[in-house]
């Protein structure tokens, strides 16, 4: 897949835990999919992407109410992984279905499983992976299957794993992307380090920082989490299905240049939405602020039901003077400003001419950053920011994965 709209955006619609058509996150999932799909209808965002646990117990009945929901939308993309709930009842046969119909459809990229033999403590068994790779905006996009490998036991408790072919499949890709000067970003259930194996654990978060992964995108905490390391960005978006993490809604992130960026658009917000995709936040910098000549390049990811031209974006710099920003693509606004040293706070603003509107603030990294050492923990939460109010992190963990009640 193949875009010419410069920055790299999707949507990312978190676990959904589905049970019956009438429960209320059934209808929350209508409601975000009929906002997406006509966000992607405008050209603003590539894809939805639905991060796994998209079943409660992995039932055929329960993709019932998903694939009816997608079937709303059919000229919607939509990327879809597995969860360990897709597995809950001991068999990944009704999500092979769903897979089949998703993902090997051209909504869906056509992609296809992949059996392996892989090895066990008792016996080698057959096992069929549902891991897959393209190209989005000039990203290299990888999709990772942490379930599949695991034993998929019910109660057993975390049991994610990649096999030998999958580490092997992904250190190929990430080697040819590097090769070709793609970044990359991948798409993963949850955490490096919860993969059971310590061995794997090692092997993926190694690869993804030797190789400069800008962005781990996941689902599984259930609350909206950023952990950047200072090359990769680390993003967990809350459950659509079982949540305590405030209004329900989805994750938009983008990859634009050098810069990657995150935010939470609620559901009970209207839109439009804006996303400053450059410069990097200095919370999620993995490089100097680019200001040689005493000038800064600005640009925003602006989601509208409404047509550009009836957008009026703005910035500011510390509460100063409105400087106009205008359109550089379909779904991006620009600006070159003066940017003096000691300057702190960046404000996007858009209207849409309905009398709606939306802000946000971002601190640009400094001239003099420089990225921190690898962590002792790579690929884990250790990383993780406090609360981030306008990005939508409450900041306290508070989902049935780490400091929640149970599910």
Same mark, same amino acid.
């Given at each position: 897949?193949?875009?010419?709209?410069?920055?790299?955006?999707?949507?990312?619609?978190?676990?959904?835990?589905?049970?019956?058509?009438?429960?209320?996150?059934? %209808? $929350?999932?209508? !409601?975000?999919? +009929?906002? &997406? @799909? /006509?966000?992607?209808?405008? #050209?603003?965002?590539?894809f939805?992407?639905?991060?796994?646990?998209?079943?409660?117990?992995?039932?055929?009945?329960?993709?019932?109410?998903?694939?009816?929901?997608?079937?709303?939308?059919?000229?919607?993309?939509?990327?879809?992984?597995?969860?360990?709930?897709?597995?809950?009842?001991?068999?990944? %046969? $009704?999500?092979? !279905?769903?897979? +089949?119909? &998703? @993902? /090997?459809?051209?909504?869906? #990229?056509?992609?296809?499983a992949?059996?392996?033999?892989?090895?066990?403590?008792?016996?080698?068994?057959?096992?069929?992976?549902?891991?897959?790779?393209?190209?989005?905006?000039?990203v290299?996009c990888?999709?990772?299957?942490?379930?599949?490998?695991?034993?998929?036991?019910?109660?057993?408790?975390?049991?994610?794993?990649?096999?030998p072919?999958?580490?092997?499949?992904?250190?190929?890709?990430?080697?040819r992307?590097?090769?070709?000067?793609?970044?990359?970003?991948?798409?993963?259930?949850?955490?490096?380090?919860?993969?059971?194996?310590?061995d794997e654990?090692?092997?993926?978060?190694?690869?993804?920082?030797?190789?400069?992964?800008?962005?781990?995108?996941?689902?599984?905490?259930?609350?909206?989490?950023?952990?950047?390391?200072?090359?990769?960005?680390?993003?967990?978006?809350?459950?659509?299905?079982?949540?305590?993490?405030?209004?329900?809604?989805?994750?938009?992130?983008?990859?634009?240049?050098?810069?990657?960026?995150?935010?939470?658009?609620?559901?009970?917000?209207?839109?439009?939405?804006?996303?400053?995709?450059?410069?990097?936040?200095?919370?999620?910098?993995?490089?100097?602020?680019?200001?040689?000549?005493?000038?800064?390049?600005?640009?925003?990811?602006?989601?509208?039901?409404?047509?550009?031209?009836?957008?009026?974006?703005?910035?500011?710099?510390?509460?100063?003077p409105?400087?106009?920003?205008?359109?550089?693509?379909?779904?991006?606004?620009h600006?070159?400003?003066?940017?003096?040293?000691?300057?702190?706070?960046?404000?996007?603003?858009?209207?849409?001419?309905?009398?709606?509107?939306?802000?946000?603030?971002?601190?640009?990294?400094?001239?003099?950053?420089?990225?921190?050492?690898?962590?002792?923990?790579?690929?884990?939460?250790?990383?993780?920011?406090?609360?981030?109010?306008?990005?939508?992190?409450?900041?306290?963990?508070?989902?049935?994965?780490?400091?929640?009640?149970?599910w």
């Open positions: 897949m193949t875009a010419s709209h410069g920055v790299f955006a999707f949507a990312h619609i978190g676990d959904l835990h589905l049970e019956r058509a009438e429960d209320r996150h059934a %209808a $929350d999932l209508r !409601a975000i999919l +009929a906002e &997406v @799909a /006509g966000l992607h209808g405008h #050209g603003l965002l590539d939805a992407y639905l991060p796994g646990d998209l079943a409660e117990d992995g039932r055929a009945e329960q993709y019932a109410v998903l694939r009816e929901a997608l079937d709303r939308h059919p000229a919607l993309p939509v990327r879809l992984i597995a969860g360990d709930h897709d597995r809950q009842h001991g068999t990944m %046969a $009704d999500f092979d !279905a769903l897979f +089949a119909a &998703v @993902a /090997g459809s051209p909504r869906g #990229g056509g992609h296809a992949r059996c392996h033999d892989l090895p066990r403590p008792r016996d080698p068994v057959s096992v069929t992976h549902y891991h897959f790779a393209e190209t989005w905006a000039g290299r990888l999709f990772l299957d942490m379930v599949s490998p695991g034993y998929g036991q019910k109660g057993f408790g975390l049991d994610f794993r990649l096999g072919h999958q580490l092997a499949w992904l250190g190929a890709e990430l080697a992307a590097e090769r070709e000067g793609q970044p990359c970003a991948v798409f993963a259930h949850t955490y490096p380090d919860d993969l059971r194996v310590p654990r090692a092997a993926l978060a190694g690869l993804i920082r030797h190789h400069g992964v800008r962005l781990v995108e996941m689902g599984h905490t259930h609350y909206n989490e950023l952990a950047p390391d200072g090359r990769t960005l680390y993003a967990a978006a809350r459950s659509v299905g079982q949540n305590e993490d405030g209004s329900v809604g989805y994750a938009v992130a983008a990859i634009d240049g050098p810069v990657t960026s995150w935010r939470f658009k609620p559901l009970d917000r209207a839109l439009p939405f804006v996303m400053v995709t450059s410069p990097a936040d200095r919370r999620l910098a993995t490089a100097p602020l680019d200001a040689a000549d005493g000038t800064i390049a600005v640009r925003a990811l602006v989601l509208s039901d409404r047509p550009q031209a009836a957008w009026r974006c703005h910035l500011r710099v510390d509460g100063g409105a400087h106009p920003m205008v359109p550089d693509g379909p779904r991006t606004v600006a070159r400003i003066p940017w003096r040293d000691g300057a702190r706070r960046l404000a996007v603003t858009v209207t849409d001419g309905a009398g709606r509107a939306d802000t946000e603030v971002i601190e640009p990294v400094g001239r003099s950053f420089v990225p921190p050492p690898a962590h002792e923990r790579p690929g884990s939460d250790a990383l993780r920011l406090p609360a981030w109010p306008e990005k939508g992190l409450r900041g306290d963990q508070l989902g049935p994965n780490r400091n929640g009640r149970d």
